[in-house]
T-cell receptor, first 113, second 114 residues
């Protein structure tokens, strides 16, 4: 059964810093990996989708990498801003069970002004 | 992307009753999913709802407790039956154009069972 782990569970950094969030998964047979952000009391916003054949994806200040063989992904946030404060969730699609995503528990990020 | 709405946005229900949550998307999609997020936890898939077929439930979830309908390509409902306080969660609908594509989530329904 696929399991997804995110490290660290929480992170607090000053504004302007570059930071890296980590995600690992136990079964490397995935179709894709998706990063989301969740703001308090709200749903999920999709940030980046990486297909299993890709190594990385970029959107603005965000860059996500995927090393499928080692079961790892990282989300790099450049020049962090207070508006980046949220919980970041990593999820993988492995195609088993009911065909949905398997989520990690998230990294709660606080950017200090 | 897709614009997804859910009704109700929140509700407080009595133990033993049932609640039906609606999910509407602004474009036709092949796959719709229902997830649960219990307090302080991450998301867990309940089931996948595809038009024209029975919903597929993840291990640990059963149709009698969580009946699902998918009457067309833009709408689905999830019913939480015979509720107990342990069912207090956020229930989220998500959609996917087709298998393996990006998933988009609705705003969620916050359910409290007393």
């Amino acid at each position: 059964k696929q399991e997804v782990t995110q490290i660290p569970a929480a992170l607090s950094v000053p504004e302007g810093e570059n930071l890296v969030l980590n995600c690992s998964f136990t079964d490397s047979a995935i179709y894709n990996l998706q990063w989301f952000r969740q703001d308090p009391g709200k749903g999920l916003t999709s940030l980046l989708l990486i297909q299993s054949s890709q190594r990385e994806q970029t959107s603005g200040r965000l860059n996500a990498s995927l090393d499928k063989s080692s079961g790892r992904s990282t989300l790099y946030i450049a020049a962090s801003q207070p508006g980046d404060s949220a919980t970041y969730l990593c999820a993988v699609f492995s195609g088993g069970g009911a065909d949905g995503l398997t989520f990690g528990k998230g990294t709660h990020l606080i950017i200090q002004p | 992307s897709a614009v997804i709405s859910q009704k109700p946005s929140r509700d407080i229900c009595q133990r033993g009753t049932s609640l039906t949550i609606q999910c509407q998307v602004d474009s036709q999609v092949t796959m719709m999913f229902w997830y649960r997020q219990q307090p302080g936890q991450s998301l867990t898939l309940i089931a996948t709802a595809n038009q024209g077929s029975e919903a597929t439930y993840e291990s640990g979830f059963v149709i009698d407790k969580f009946p699902i309908s998918r009457p067309n390509l833009t709408f689905s409902t999830l019913t939480v039956s015979n509720m107990s306080p342990e069912d207090s969660s956020i229930y989220l609908c998500s959609v996917c154009r087709d298998r393996g594509y990006e998933q988009y989530f609705g705003p969620g329904t916050r359910l409290t069972v007393t």
